[in-house]
């Protein structure tokens, strides 16, 4: 049950023209996958031991089909915006561009902001991060979008979470497409941030002019003020956040990355030019902080990932905090300090924020703890806001319960219930509160 007293208090108003929304992606809801290309998920999937409860996305919530009925529940809630992505197996297949027709035009038609993220970890088989053509490739798929969609879509997104794509994905293992190269993955960071800045530009030739990128950020916190600790939280920033915030936002890696990335021939401050093209607003995924230290010398278990032995730090939990269902601590101060901390740190470099992905896993229709998750992460918010940042909109994560990949249907993260054996669709308490909270705020 919520202990979070402030749950009964007045929300405190955003300002005007804030953004609210909530956040899907499309191999964990569409299901249908025959009527799509295979992605490196699906290959993922079908090796035994890769998910947990065994499951696939083959049907996940059959949104593919339903998508009408889930545009209902968000005309129902009042969300400002919806944001979805784009599978590109998906457009990659005769007649795949046609669903996202039917479907921008349904949210729109519902009085709701169509918002796509055009890369959500499910790459087409065939294509490959390390290699830098899929960069190339990525920006012809963007283009082709962006002319079938421009004329109903404003806002865009073009990558989601990189860092936990190269991480979880390429360095070690958990994610597909399943490699373990450790820090040998770099280059499938350098790839995909060179695959958001020839979006950007692809985008910008369509007319584009709403243009973000949702990058998943978090602070680090040092396990104690030992200079061990200290060190190996540093190096752990640097390789979650900085890496990924620092090219974007200042046409710079951090020091002593820039020589490990693998360049053009006009070298990699050619392509820092092309991966630092001006934003219209910069997305934030924020979930918790990470408290770190020292290496252990022994694998850790750490939020459904195992972290091996041979990494320079040690990911530690943070105590006194309520868990989530996966495991994860309920910081939402976290929130407050990584907004400021980013306006600290980039100043002028940094554009207007959207918090693209904040949610939680907790089961159960009567859900006061996802009530309370977002109650404290809102109000933490608009702390942010209070203290000079300019944040401009908050996306929940997630409309619907789905297919939490390696973890497979075992975590629910969303604001309606779905029954995945009958596919029954039903609102959650916390469905009833964010409408509440949408509706005051108007």
């Not at 190996?232 to 956040?241: E, I, Q």
């Not at 100043?347 to 859900?367: I, M, Q, S």
Request: hydrophobic content about 40%; proline content about 7%.
């Amino acid at each position: 049950m919520a202990t979070d007293a402030r749950a009964a208090d007045a929300m405190p108003r955003f300002p005007d023209g804030f953004l609210w929304g909530v956040s899907t992606s499309a191999h964990q809801i569409e299901g249908a996958a025959g009527l799509r290309a295979p992605s490196v998920w699906d290959v993922f999937t079908a090796e035994p031991g890769r998910v947990r409860d065994g499951s696939t996305a083959a049907v996940a919530c059959d949104h593919y089909h339903r998508y009408r009925e889930d545009v209902a529940l968000l005309a129902d809630l009042g969300v400002d915006a919806y944001r979805f992505s784009v599978s590109w197996p998906r457009v990659d297949s005769p007649g795949g561009l046609d669903f996202y027709d039917r479907l921008v035009d349904e949210v729109c038609a519902a009085g709701v902001r169509p918002v796509p993220t055009l890369f959500h970890w499910d790459l087409p088989v065939g294509l490959d991060w390390l290699e830098r053509d899929t960069a190339a490739r990525f920006a012809e798929y963007v283009s082709v979008v962006a002319e079938r969609l421009g004329d109903r879509v404003g806002k865009w997104i073009t990558l989601n979470e990189p860092a936990e794509h190269t991480l979880l994905g390429h360095a070690l293992g958990t994610h597909a497409p399943g490699r373990t190269l450790l820090f040998d993955a770099l280059p499938a960071a350098h790839h995909q941030l060179l695959a958001h800045g020839l979006a950007v530009r692809a985008l910008r030739a369509a007319g584009a002019t709403d243009v973000g990128i949702a990058n998943s950020h978090g602070p680090t916190w040092p396990a104690s003020d030992a200079p061990a600790d200290r060190e190996a939280a540093d190096f752990y920033d640097l390789l979650l956040n900085r890496l990924f915030a620092d090219p974007v936002l200042t046409g710079r890696y951090p020091e002593g990355l820039g020589e490990l990335m693998p360049g053009s021939a006009g070298g990699v401050e050619a392509d820092l030019e092309i991966i630092s093209e001006p934003l219209d607003w910069y997305g934030v995924n924020y979930y918790a902080p990470a408290r770190v230290g020292a290496p252990q010398g022994v694998e850790i278990e750490f939020g459904g990932v195992t972290l091996p032995a041979g990494l320079p730090f040690s990911v530690r939990a943070i105590e006194g905090r309520p868990l989530t269902d996966f495991g994860w601590p309920v910081v939402p101060e976290g929130l407050t300090e990584l907004l400021t901390g980013f306006r600290d740190r980039y100043g002028d470099r940094l554009p207007p924020v959207v918090v693209t992905e904040n949610g939680c896993a907790y089961e159960g229709l009567d859900d006061r703890d996802r009530i309370a998750y977002h109650d404290g992460h809102v109000r933490a918010l608009h702390r942010a806001v209070e203290a000079g940042v300019d944040v401009r909109g908050y996306f929940v994560w997630s409309l619907l319960d789905n297919f939490e990949w390696a973890e497979g249907y075992g975590r629910r993260f969303g604001l309606v219930h779905v029954d995945f054996t009958t596919l029954e669709r039903t609102p959650k308490a916390s469905y009833g509160w964010f409408r509440d909270l949408v509706a005051g705020q108007r």
